[in-house]
């Protein structure tokens, strides 16, 4: 789960979150299934004349072809890739200067999953766009809610919402056919305790929820970042739980997992010194990993590798 902004991506898939971050509104002609858009019809400047060398162009005309792909594809960013679905850049006007813990990707939407979007987005779906307060209470129908950030493809979300239909699940992620993914899965197991947010996490935390509107914060497998000139954009920062404490109901849980043992330590260092959150592990270190968390397939896979995985269960003071 793709830092998932922050992030992040996704219980299920390898240390990848979202923080990883209202529907935009179309250009001048909605995108295809194809993902063309009206960017795709820009002008370019005319081929240069026959006298010039060949392949040749003008300083002018060689900038005006630039300024042509870089408005395009500033435009492709920007543009919903499926009508009433989740939009391209939900936060476009909270540009902010800063490291971000998650890159957003354009993979390979199926059917499927477009369906799912097209039909359940407007339902069960949301943008991250900063500008208002989400009411957990009426849109999860009075339920305690956790926050998920990085759910990657959504099979261990899905599980875990069909398994305590008691809880809501807050899912964030940036990954579209994951959200699409999620929004099936849900429904064919006929779980409603599930909402899909598409954006950056961090804008959520510190513009979209109350103080103490949350019963728990779940990061499974956020990207490890693994070089040391990288390490800055892993999710689990003293200021990432500087945003994440004030949201939080005393006593609520924040459960990260990771099978990459440097990040494991970095968090547990973390989590452990910040003065709003307590280990729930008596001897201070790791936890077992609890039995409402699925054993993903990827997860399998890495442990199958001899790969070691780390929970680590930190309540809120």
């Known amino acids: 789960m793709s830092e998932q902004p922050l992030n992040p991506s996704p219980a299920g898939t390898p ?41 040749a162009l003008s300083d002018e005309d060689a900038a005006a072809r630039r300024a042509a792909s870089f408005e395009r594809a500033r435009r ?31 993979s390979r939407v199926t059917t499927g999953q477009q369906e799912s979007l097209e039909r359940l987005w407007p339902q069960w779906g949301l943008d991250i766009d900063g500008k208002r307060v989400l009411d957990l209470a009426e849109l999860f129908g009075g339920l305690p809610v956790v926050l ?15 398994d305590d239909p008691g809880t809501g699940i807050l899912a964030v992620d940036v990954h579209t056919p994951g959200q699409g993914n999620l929004l099936g899965l849900a429904e064919k197991a006929g779980s409603t305790n599930v909402r899909v947010a598409n954006g950056d996490a961090v804008i959520l935390l510190r513009e979209m929820l109350a103080p103490e509107s949350l019963d728990g914060l779940r990061v499974y497998f956020p990207d490890p970042w693994p070089k040391a ?8 920062q003293p200021d990432f739980l500087d945003l994440v404490a004030p949201v939080l109901r005393p006593g609520a849980i924040v459960h990260c997992a990771t099978d990459w043992e440097p990040y494991a330590e970095q968090m547990l260092e973390v989590l452990t010194a910040h003065p709003r959150f307590e280990n729930t592990a008596a001897d201070g270190g790791y936890a077992p990993r609890p039995a409402f968390r699925p054993l993903t397939r990827f997860e399998g896979q890495g442990l199958d590798k001899g790969h070691v995985v780390h929970d680590l269960l930190f309540a809120r003071v």
């Open 15 to 55: 240390d990848d979150a979202a923080a990883g971050t209202a529907p935009a509104a179309p250009g001048p002609s909605a995108p295809g299934p194809t993902g063309s858009t009206a960017a795709d019809a820009l002008p370019l400047p005319a081929e240069p004349a026959s006298d010039a060398a060949p392949g």
């Open 76 to 106: 492709l960013r920007q543009e919903p890739r499926f009508p009433g679905g989740p939009a391209a850049d939900p936060a476009g006007s909270h540009h902010e200067r800063r490291i971000r813990s998650f890159q957003p990707r354009r």
């Open 148 to 162: 998920e950030i990085g759910f990657g493809m959504g099979e261990a979300t899905a599980q875990m919402a069909a």
């Open 229 to 236: 000139r990288h390490h800055k954009r892993r999710l689990i």
